[in-house]
């Protein structure tokens, strides 16, 4: 079952602007929400997280906004640069359980 | 060790033959847990173990998968009589505590069943 989506396989932004990546759950009970970034040949690194209990969650570039009612949640970028580009995953889990990863959105920023 | 390793970092195998794949986690982390991404597909989660308590086996695909863990170290995940949908990467990652933002994962195991 697909309790994390990511709806767009892939996403082009030019550098300098604006890339928004979404993601979807289904679990009303997860509480805690992430963002990994996954460059070719590595493992996932950490990049943001949020918890339930708020709303937004900034750290420098990177911003995740959490819509609860809605079940989505996105990752702002802000100025996107090219060393940006990678494959981003939201994650999703509950109670400090396993985690759940999204499809991955393929973020490419162009010069 | 500083970071999560795995090894092999790439495995060929004829299909029908068995497989082990290991993951040394960080010393210190009770949680570990496995994943494996297919081409054009998300991570899947496999299994997760936390300390002594019996392992989270719910994302194991098939019997032909299964994995152990000895105390807080070393897991090696096994697939018997691999077959071509089970090339992938395999990924392993371990934290402090399950969940939140602790994990940290290994480079993976690229595994190619021919």
């Known amino acids: 079952d697909q309790q994390v989506k990511q709806n767009s396989p892939s996403l082009s932004v030019q550098e300098g602007r604006i890339s928004i990546l979404n993601c979807d759950y289904t679990?009303?009970?997860?509480?805690?929400f992430l963002w990994y970034k996954k460059y070719p040949a590595e493992g996932p690194t950490f990049l943001i997280s949020?918890?339930?209990?708020?709303d937004k969650n900034e750290d420098g570039r990177f911003t995740v906004f959490l819509n609860k009612s809605a079940k989505h949640l996105s990752l702002h970028i802000v100025p996107s640069q090219p060393g940006d580009s990678a494959v981003y995953f939201c994650?999703?889990?509950?109670?400090?359980?396993?985690?759940?990863f999204g499809a991955g959105t393929r973020l490419t920023v162009k010069p | 060790g500083a970071g999560v390793s795995q090894s092999p970092s790439n495995k060929v195998t004829e299909k029908g033959k068995d497989v082990e794949l290991r993951c040394d986690p960080i010393?210190?982390?009770?949680?570990l847990y496995w994943y494996r991404q297919r081409l054009g597909q998300g991570l899947e989660f496999l299994i997760y173990?936390?300390?002594?308590?019996?392992?989270?086996k719910s994302g194991l695909p098939s019997d032909r998968f299964s994995a152990e863990r000895t105390g807080e170290s070393v897991s090696t995940l096994t697939i018997q009589r691999t077959q071509q949908e089970d090339s992938a990467v395999y990924l392993c990652?371990?934290?402090?505590?399950?969940?939140?933002?602790?994990?940290?994962f290994g480079s993976g195991t690229r595994l190619t069943v021919v």
């Open positions: 949020i918890s339930s209990i708020k």
């Open positions: 994650a999703a889990t509950y109670n400090n359980n396993d985690m759940r």
């Open positions: 679990n009303s009970m997860f509480d805690y």
């Open positions: 173990f936390q300390g002594n308590s019996a392992p989270d």
């Open positions: 010393s210190g982390h009770t949680a």
């Open positions: 990652a371990s934290s402090l505590v399950g969940g939140g933002g602790g994990y940290t």
